[in-house]
């Protein structure tokens, strides 16, 4: 059965399967809109991270086990969203073992990988905002459908949980209550006591969770717990998983116009390098200082982007200029396991993300930051292997203006037309009164018998000062600084200078282009209906009513794609990210699965399935004794569960003490 057969059953499952969040529908624009408000005054005057101080926290974590011990981890982000996606990924999280086909062109074969004896949520456990309801439908009820949280022994996985930012919309209120009151979440366990934590792992292993909030500054309460439950213990030799809620080091090497807004992005990674230099290798020293500990962080993890990429460090030894992967898979660093790795995994339920618009190369911390002390940059490559891949990533953005696609706009967001048509009625209305305005006639009067060439020089004006009065900021500022020089210089890239800035012409908004899209529509709307002959007996409430009907009709359909190619001409920022995000696409999903082994390496296996479950059955959940219990229903897919495909090979990541 589908989604909507299985909400006739939300008595027995014990909430209500949603479908995917429609992110360009006018309701959810509006919705958002308001929480992103309110949540940024909750963390302006009212941090949660702060009050939390208040609470008890507890020690670290600890899942070291013995000398010979190892340990399986899934870390997987961006989840509750709608029912189908979230429900195939916890499934696939909870089967007792997988054996995954492999990506054409890779050679590592893994054998059958075990449930994961800890999974790590790393961000936007619920969609589009936060509320007990919220989770309940789109994150608890679907991890309870894949692992029953009755009939099990005592030897449960744990489940760590970070926040991200739609997590932050109620304040963070909901989380705190779902996650950190040992509450079983399925057959999971929590056990943290906060919005961030720590767990020790075997070989001197530990994996830590930051809980930044919108990106800003790490709040003295979580400083003070990381100093003195992780920083104090950490020794020589020791290695550390670091999950964030974003991916900074990417925001870091975006590229925008206005200079401040530049700065910003250099700066995006001074908190996380920060913290690195100051509570990982450092500890107090007992006379006011700091102390090296001789530990590092070896895996940076974050979701936020809905798709899976990894940059590797470029090691001195590395040619200045590696040559790319030619089958499309291979990376474009040899594999070495003293590479440190940052890696995006956001494919946990929400929308498929982007590729394409990722940079190439990074130099971490950014020689442009602000921040007064700091590591000399280091050079990191984007790997040849992400998901979606680069081409197709382009492709798929393009369905959005497609109307013979199930992407297109319109069948993603039903209820967009709508607003686009409310749109142009009223600029239709607007431009029926300027056109009476110069007739000397009443806005009626001119639609019933004004003729295209008295419309004409009205159109002209009213197209052509909107969109040079958006030009104008342009034209006073023609060309931006952009760092070129880098781009055209291998040796600076892998060295992580500081790129020469050369000067060149500056785009103009994709917002001119949209405006400019949405008047012509209107044009027409009007040349059309002055065109119409209408006889002189029609009464001017069926002139307006005719004429307000075309311009909804038109506006429902060309304004809508108007915004469509609108949004496919931006290339980066909030608008580029509708381009996935008003498709909706609940395929391509999956997570990281991680193996700790008994000698101390680390190794990630990217797991992707192509299509999700959409097809359900009920079954019998189980009591406590184990038994069935004939009052509550659990919704299993009806089939086999889909095979997942190990995206590239084995990631293998030596500790702090073999990376030398």
């Not at 009007?526 to 065109?531: K, N, S």
């Amino acid at each position: 059965m589908r989604v909507t057969e299985l909400r006739e059953h939300e008595d027995a499952l014990g909430f209500r399967p949603q479908e995917a969040v429609r992110w360009l529908s006018p309701a959810e624009l509006w919705r958002a809109g308001v929480k992103v408000v309110l949540s940024s005054l909750f963390a302006d005057y009212a941090d949660k991270r702060e009050i939390q101080a208040g609470l008890p926290a507890g020690p670290a974590l600890d899942l070291r086990g013995g000398p010979d011990a190892d340990l399986w981890i899934d870390y997987v982000a961006d989840l509750g969203d709608g029912f189908d996606a979230t429900c195939t990924v916890a499934s696939l999280l909870a089967a007792d073992k997988l054996e995954p086909t492999v990506t054409p062109g890779a050679t590592g074969v893994p054998g059958p990988l075990p449930r994961a004896g800890l999974l790590v949520l790393g961000g936007d456990e619920v969609y589009p905002t936060a509320s007990a309801r919220a989770y309940e439908d789109r994150m608890r009820g679907p991890y309870r459908s894949a692992l029953s949280s009755a009939g099990q022994d005592g030897d449960r996985p744990l489940m760590v949980v970070l926040p991200g930012n739609h997590d932050w919309y109620d304040g963070l209120t909901s989380f705190l209550r779902t996650f950190t009151q040992e509450r079983l979440i399925g057959g999971w366990r929590t056990a943290q006591k906060r919005s961030y934590f720590a767990v020790r792992l075997p070989h001197g292993w530990w994996l830590l969770g930051l809980d930044s909030q919108f990106g800003n500054d790490l709040d003295e309460p979580q400083l003070r717990w990381f100093d003195e439950e992780v920083s104090r213990h950490l020794e020589p030799g020791d290695s550390v998983v670091l999950c964030t809620a974003t991916p900074t080091w990417v925001e870091s090497a975006e590229e925008v116009d206005d200079e401040e807004q530049a700065q910003a992005r250099r700066d995006a990674f001074n908190s996380l390098h920060w913290f690195d230099r100051q509570y990982v290798r450092r500890r107090p020293d007992g006379r006011g200082g700091r102390e090296e500990t001789g530990a590092s962080v070896r895996l940076w993890i974050t979701g936020d982007s809905h798709h899976y990429a990894r940059f590797a460090e470029r090691l001195p030894t590395d040619p200045d200029d590696p040559p790319e992967g030619h089958t499309g898979t291979a990376p474009s660093l040899r594999p070495d396991p003293r590479r440190r790795q940052l890696v995006t995994c956001g494919l946990g339920g929400a929308y498929l993300a982007a590729t394409h618009g990722l940079p190439e190369v990074l130099a971490l911390p950014p020689a442009g930051s602000r921040m007064r002390e700091k590591d000399h940059p280091t050079g990191f490559a984007r790997a040849e292997v992400c998901y979606p891949d680069r081409a197709t990533s382009a492709r798929l953005s393009r369905r959005l203006a497609l109307p013979w696609s199930r992407y297109w706009l319109l069948r993603r967001n039903p209820h967009f037309g709508a607003l686009a048509a409310g749109v142009h009625v009223v600029l239709l209305l607007v431009l029926s009164w300027l056109l009476g305005g110069t007739t000397r006639q009443g806005p009626v009067s001119a639609l019933r018998t004004a003729e295209v060439p008295d419309v004409l020089p009205l159109l002209a004006w009213v197209t052509v000062l909107p969109v040079v009065a958006l030009l104008v900021p342009w034209l006073r500022r023609p060309t931006r600084r952009s760092p070129a020089a880098a781009r055209s210089s291998p040796s600076g890239r892998a060295a992580g200078r500081r790129p020469a800035r050369t000067r060149s012409l500056r785009a103009p908004s994709p917002v001119v282009a949209g405006v400019l899209l949405q008047l012509l529509v209107a044009d027409g709307v009007l040349l059309t209906a002055v065109a119409v002959d209408v006889p002189a007996t029609a009464p001017g409430w069926l002139v307006l009513a005719a004429g307000c009907a075309w311009a909804a009709a038109v506006g429902w359909f060309l304004g809508s794609e108007a915004f469509a190619v609108f949004v496919l001409l931006a290339g980066s920022g909030q608008v580029f990210g509708w381009q996935m995000s008003g498709q909706a696409v609940e395929d391509g999903k999956g997570f990281v699965r991680m193996h700790v082994d008994h000698t101390g390496t680390l190794t990630l296996h990217p797991l992707v399935v192509d299509e999700v479950c959409r097809d359900w059955t009920l079954v019998p959940d189980v009591d406590a004794r184990g038994g069935e219990d004939p009052r509550c229903r659990r919704a299993v897919p009806a089939g086999d569960l889909p095979v997942p495909r190990l995206l590239e090979d084995p990631v293998v990541i030596a500790p702090t003490g073999g990376a030398t």
